[in-house]
């Protein structure tokens, strides 16, 4: 026999005796839509700060310092962009719990839905890393013309002279090596000139002169003894 009469009238009960308000329908129809919206905007937001994550460090040559040893592991450990990776992992726990918040969050296991997310905003990643929108973004950078986050993609393309890490053009040979150049032009504290030595085993003879590099070293006296060298493909 059926208890579906029972359950009915003990719902009705509850809600005349008040422990249970009804709601108008219009206002879950609203709750549904932000939060979808809230949804949304999230993980796009999400995306494109990993996005940034993983363009940053391929632009800046930062994933040259893995086959440079321990040492370029250090560095990178050191330049590596935590901040907006914090933040990308903030928003998508943050979404996580927007999504279990609704019943049938409940229904379905935690890590289910985390996983989903992840997938989702690795796939949304590629996808937005295989349009031009972060370049777009960093040429505006370097030329002065982005806001707000102009401050975040200018360092894509600095030296970090203070760790070790040198961006430049080749402009000259020496006897011990060669020397580099780097000016991108907004008068900031990682423009120089600076005499490279290689490092043993590395042929000068693989560069040429207005050849852009990134060099991993240790300044003594103004020349920097390099414990890696790679070509870049670009000036910055």
Not at 15 to 36: D, H, N, Q, Y
Not at 135 to 164: F, K, M, N, W
Not at 168 to 177: K, P, W
């Amino acid at each position: 026999m059926s208890n579906k009469p029972d359950i009915k009238n003990s719902v009705l009960e509850k809600i005349r005796s008040g422990e249970v308000s009804m709601r108008p329908r219009a206002l879950f129809t609203l709750r549904i839509a932000a939060t979808t919206a809230l949804t949304l905007l999230t993980l796009l937001v999400s995306v494109f700060v990993l996005s940034f994550v993983v363009f940053s460090v391929h632009e800046s040559g930062e994933q040259f310092l893995l086959g440079f040893g321990t040492r370029g592991l250090a560095v990178f450990t050191t330049l590596f962009p935590w901040i907006p990776l914090l933040v990308a992992a903030g928003l998508l726990i943050a979404l996580e719990a927007l999504l279990r918040s609704f019943s049938f969050g409940y229904r379905v296991p935690l890590l289910r839905i985390f996983l989903w997310i992840i997938v989702v905003a690795a796939l949304g990643t590629f996808l937005f890393g295989l349009t031009s929108v972060q370049t777009y973004l960093l040429d505006r950078a370097d030329h002065a013309q982005l806001p707000i986050l102009g401050p975040l993609y200018e360092r894509v393309h600095d030296s970090h002279v203070d760790q070790g890490v040198y961006r430049g053009t080749v402009t000259a040979f020496t006897s011990e090596g060669f020397t580099i150049s780097h000016d991108d032009v907004d008068r900031d504290s990682d423009e120089g000139t600076w005499t490279i030595v290689p490092q043993q085993g590395f042929a000068t003879s693989s560069l040429a002169i207005g050849e852009h590099v990134y060099i991993a070293g240790r300044l003594v006296h103004g020349v920097v003894y390099a414990y890696g060298i790679k070509q870049l493909s670009s000036q910055y």
